[in-house]
């Protein structure tokens, strides 16, 4: 590993630290050196707090002068909450910028670094550029579309099954795997489950890490069934909003509105996927995880929505013809048009193993 690439690392490790911190806006992370030595190090916190190169500018003080600056993302050029980086570089007497992935923001799209060189600052541009842009895949999508990036979670057994035929699931997979979805639901922005699992499982859909972040919860009802006394809808952990079709029952909608519960009604009897989308977006909810049963993961594959797929998968077996799959509806007709993954990863949580790929 060269020495770019070295400061880059660290900046990256810095930016990864923020994770589910810093939604809408991307993880960055910033880093200065000057004659071989360290003298400023920044990470973005969170919206509306300066970026990671100020923090790392302000540490470095008159050190940043002829320095170089690492950022894992494209100085921005614009003015919004915060002033322009690239600009605050420039006055700083920064002499060289090295970057790993230019920023899909309009807004922004390559602005930055031309500031920079028009200033007479050299620029490095793509170092460690494929760790950054996956470590920001949830900003690059939601910024270009305005739509969240969807990423579909199951725990399974060998044989598929998320249950028993008796709805038993608790619990397919060990403790370290569920604490790794934990670790999911706090870097999520929204968690979504259709209405069947708060019927049989009266989830709460929180997380249950030590200072974890409890996402928005999102409830699938396309004849608004939900029980008025399940948990998401009185426990008060976290906002619920639910979608439901066209024409549900008033009285109810109501009465779940003067409980504090958002229910959103889409143009159809059946719930909307792609309205779901549009709303959750237009409200600057980046991510989205799906942690639905069959039926409702189905219908995210089948209309080209989800954008990642997270599975733990359980040394045991079930076996059952009524027993749920992870994932249901109709189905391909033939084994060439089966949803092929890409850049699939293997890791292991004590006995589960845990499958990471994208559509």
């Not at 060269?2 to 990256?12: Q, V």
């Not at 923001?105 to 996956?134: D, F, H, M, S, T």
Request: net charge negative.
């Amino acid at each position: 590993m060269n020495s770019h690439e070295s400061y880059m690392r660290l900046a990256l490790e810095n930016a990864k630290a923020m994770s589910g911190q810093t939604a809408p806006n991307p993880m960055v992370g910033a880093v200065i050196v000057n004659e071989g030595r360290i003298v400023g190090i920044g990470s973005h916190l969170k919206p509306g707090e300066p970026h990671a190169e100020v923090h790392a500018l302000r540490m470095a003080g008159d050190a940043a002068k002829g320095a170089t600056i690492y950022v894992t993302l494209e100085p921005c050029s614009h003015h919004g909450r915060t002033g322009p980086c690239a600009e605050a570089i420039v006055q700083a007497g920064i002499s060289r910028v090295v970057v790993a992935a230019l920023d899909p923001n309009p807004l922004v799209a390559g602005r930055g670094i031309a500031i920079l060189q028009e200033a007479g600052i050299e620029v490095i541009q793509g170092v460690l550029a494929e760790e950054a842009a996956k470590l920001n895949e949830v900003f690059n999508k939601y910024i270009v579309t305005k739509r969240p990036f969807v990423t579909l979670k199951s725990a399974m057994t060998l044989d598929g099954k998320i249950a028993t035929r008796q709805a038993s699931s608790k619990w397919i997979t060990s403790q370290a795997a569920r604490e790794d979805v934990h670790r999911l639901r706090h870097e999520s922005a929204v968690i979504l489950v259709g209405v069947g699992t708060i019927v049989h499982d009266d989830s709460q859909l929180t997380t249950r890490l030590p200072g974890g972040r409890h996402p928005l919860r999102v409830i699938l009802d396309s004849s608004l069934r939900i029980p008025e006394r399940a948990r998401v809808i009185t426990d008060g952990e976290a906002p619920t909003w639910i979608f439901t079709g066209n024409s549900p029952d008033e009285a109810k909608q109501a009465r779940l509105e003067q409980l504090g519960i958002k229910v959103f009604r889409t143009a159809t009897p059946k719930v909307n996927l792609d309205e779901v989308l549009d709303v959750l977006g237009a409200h600057e909810l980046s991510s989205l995880l799906v942690e639905g049963g069959g039926q409702v993961n189905a219908s995210f594959v089948e209309q080209g929505l989800a954008d990642k797929l997270v599975l733990y998968i359980a040394p045991k077996v079930v076996g059952g013809q009524e027993a749920p799959t992870f994932l249901e509806g109709l189905g391909v007709g033939m084994m060439s048009e089966a949803k092929s993954l890409h850049d699939v990863s293997f890791s292991q949580l004590d006995v589960d193993f845990k499958i990471e790929g994208y559509f």
